[in-house]
């Protein structure tokens, strides 16, 4: 690891003994030198829970965090989770021209060598956007070698949304709101022809083929999704829409086929879980 971040949690006590709130506030930092972020911090670890006189840490930390979690739901694993967010892209955001480039090459290397993207007839795979890795040479060579490529639109709720649900109300778990943001995948032939979308990423126009899942389809398929930071047990911090977990969630045969990308300093320690999120099946990082 090539940082230590400190941080502190203060709980506020309510008459009746019940935490209402945790915030968390960066204590500071002890940093390191690496070879794959050149000295910037790339993880975050060792939470201090601070309650009263007590310091927790490791397994206590972990036993004092469920309880709490008890009686805040998701909160606690929330904030967690955007602290580690803003973090690690920071992080992200920081590296040089040259690490992305090398970065972009070496992913490039390790998908076009593996065997699920050997073996697979259609690629379902995000447009790089901001400082994620870049995919566009992933893209590209699946077209050159005749694959089908889909790449990711967000669309809102309303007609839009009930005609998508009539096509696969047999096939998928329904579990996005109809006002909300959802997304789904189309078929493109150039990446040329993507407009900005959603929040400025590049998106198809929705108006090509659209990736309908089905067991059997899904084992010719390969996934490759982004995210902010990623652990060795291949949890995933996304960027806070679920986007993907609302999409793989009723796709179990699509889940199988899913593989998380993004630059080596996006490894953290250890990232909290809800029961919402889906793993990919695999994690590169380079």
Request: with cysteine.
């Amino acid at each position: 690891m090539t940082c230590l971040c400190l941080w502190e949690a203060y709980i506020k006590r309510e008459p009746l003994g019940l935490f209402s709130r945790l915030t968390m506030r960066k204590m500071g930092a002890v940093q390191t030198r690496s070879q794959d972020c050149r000295g910037k911090w790339s993880c975050l670890h060792g939470w201090n829970a601070v309650e009263g006189n007590g310091i927790y840490r490791g397994q206590e930390f972990a036993g004092w965090q469920m309880e709490i979690g008890k009686m805040l739901g998701n909160d606690v694993v929330l904030a967690e989770k955007k602290a580690l967010r803003k973090a690690v892209l920071a992080v992200r955001d920081a590296l040089s021209g040259e690490e992305r480039r090398k970065g972009a090459l070496l992913l490039t290397e390790r998908i076009l060598g593996h065997q699920w993207f050997y073996g697979a007839e259609e690629l379902l795979c995000f447009v790089s956007y901001g400082s994620e890795i870049d995919t566009g040479e992933i893209i590209r060579e699946a077209l050159r070698a005749g694959k089908k490529v889909y790449v990711p639109k967000v669309l809102q709720g309303g007609k839009e949304a009930s005609q998508h649900k009539e096509e696969e109300h047999s096939m998928e778990k329904e579990n996005f709101m109809e006002e909300e943001h959802f997304m789904e995948f189309f078929r493109i032939q150039d990446l040329n022809r993507l407009k900005a979308g959603y929040r400025g990423i590049l998106e198809p126009a929705g108006d090509s083929e659209r990736y309908i899942c089905t067991a059997e389809r899904a084992e010719r398929t390969l996934v490759l999704m982004p995210g902010a930071a990623f652990d060795s047990l291949r949890n995933r911090i996304g960027y806070g829409g679920g986007f993907y977990d609302r999409y793989l969630a009723g796709r179990e045969a699509l889940q199988l086929r899913t593989v998380a990308v993004g630059f080596r300093c996006q490894m953290v320690e250890e990232i909290p879980a809800e029961s919402t999120d889906i793993k990919p099946c695999q994690v590169i990082c380079v």
